[in-house]
């Protein structure tokens, strides 16, 4: 029933930007909190973004000042801008929520920066 469908991960060259998305459904999507996290090959998967239903952020230091999350409720989607992109940033993105105690998680966009 709760659905999260990433999209829009590809290849870039360093320094480069990408925007990828999270459609939600099954949710009241402006009552959410919404989160993106990444996991790179070999790595625990690291919380990227936050942006609550009053649409306050909070970011992880490695990409403080690079990442920008957004959400439009009125399309149920969540964004992250990704500009000054570095190799390290290379992952799978996931969306996420959480409501009573449950995670709910899409299936992942892959980023790959290229140096």
């Known amino acids: 029933q709760v659905q999260l469908v990433e999209s829009g991960g590809g290849l870039v060259q360093a320094g480069g930007s990408l925007r990828i998305s999270c459609a939600g459904s099954g949710i009241i999507f402006r009552l959410n909190a919404m989160r993106w996290y990444r996991q790179a090959p070999g790595k625990q998967r690291e919380l990227v973004a936050v942006i609550t239903s009053s649409s306050s952020t909070n970011y992880a230091d490695s990409v403080k000042g690079r990442f920008t999350i957004s959400r439009d409720d009125a399309q149920n989607t969540v964004y992250l801008q990704m500009n000054s992109l570095k190799p390290e940033d290379t992952a799978t993105y996931y969306c996420?929520?959480?409501?009573?105690?449950?995670?709910?998680w899409g299936k992942g966009t892959l980023v790959t920066v290229s140096s």
């Open positions: 996420n929520t959480e409501m009573y105690g449950m995670h709910y």
